[in-house]
């Protein structure tokens, strides 16, 4: 008998970095995240996404929290897409809040994401009028 082809038994991942896989698998033996994730918001995306394809709850909440903890007004428009693509309300509403800001709103409405919203994720740029419009009629 044929010894079975070892081609057949792999599973290619090629939309995930191999640093990213690498810091999951971590994660699933020692249930603790990187202590480098917390400098770089890219790699918490990546985790977070990975998290939410594979349904590692624990460590997409431990991401989302990181996320929040670096949200900015440069990267806001990028984690509020990742947070309604991954359905993560927790960190969509922190986004939403945080964009409410005056003072945030500001500095968000001159970013690339933010221009880009109109094409990219519309009903996202739709849902943050409302918000700023409820957020403005209740301080009236």
Same mark, same amino acid.
């Given at each position: 008998?044929?010894?079975?082809?070892?081609?057949?038994?792999?599973? &290619?991942?090629?939309?995930?970095?191999?640093?990213?896989? &690498?810091?999951?698998?971590?994660?699933?033996?020692?249930?603790?995240?990187?202590?480098?994730?917390?400098?770089?918001?890219?790699?918490?995306?990546?985790?977070?996404?990975?998290?939410? &394809?594979?349904?590692?709850? &624990?460590?997409?909440?431990?991401?989302?929290?990181?996320?929040?903890?670096?949200?900015?007004?440069?990267?806001?428009?990028?984690?509020?897409?990742?947070?309604?693509?991954? /359905?993560? !309300?927790?960190?969509?509403?922190?986004?939403?809040?945080?964009?409410? !800001? *005056?003072?945030?709103? #500001?500095?968000?409405?001159?970013?690339?994401?933010?221009?880009?919203?109109?094409?990219?994720? *519309?009903? /996202? /740029?739709?849902?943050?009028?409302? #918000?700023?419009?409820? /957020?403005?009629?209740?301080?009236?």
């Amino acid at each position: 008998m044929a010894e079975p082809d070892t081609m057949d038994h792999r599973v &290619r991942m090629d939309d995930i970095h191999a640093h990213v896989f &690498r810091s999951v698998l971590d994660f699933i033996y020692t249930d603790e995240l990187p202590e480098h994730l917390g400098n770089t918001t890219t790699m918490a995306w990546g985790m977070l996404a990975v998290a939410d &394809r594979f349904g590692l709850e &624990r460590m997409k909440a431990m991401c989302e929290n990181i996320l929040c903890e670096h949200v900015t007004a440069k990267n806001v428009v990028g984690t509020l897409k990742l947070a309604d693509r991954h /359905l993560c !309300q927790g960190l969509k509403d922190f986004c939403m809040e945080h964009i409410s !800001q *005056p003072h945030v709103l #500001k500095e968000v409405v001159e970013t690339k994401g933010f221009k880009d919203l109109k094409t990219t994720c *519309p009903s /996202l /740029l739709e849902e943050i009028i409302i #918000k700023i419009s409820k /957020l403005s009629s209740s301080d009236g």
